[in-house]
């Protein structure tokens, strides 16, 4: 089944973006700070979500890790 039509494989694939994009801008910012606009802005926008809500994603990430190991 494709993540599109799965909801808790979608936040997943989400939420892996997110955390990928925030740990790729913290070690090289220059890459993602050059195209804040177009297609390549989304890495961007999802890296500033990282870092400006970092906790609620870190526990995001543990609700989702808990959820797919003892519930799914």
Known sequence: ???????????????????????????????????KVGVSGIFWKAARVGERLSPYVAISCVLMACSILFWS
């Open 1 to 35: 089944m494709s993540a599109l039509f799965n909801f808790q494989s979608l936040l997943t694939v989400i939420l892996l973006f997110i955390c990928t994009c925030a740990y790729l801008r913290s070690l090289f910012p220059s890459i993602l700070d050059r195209h």
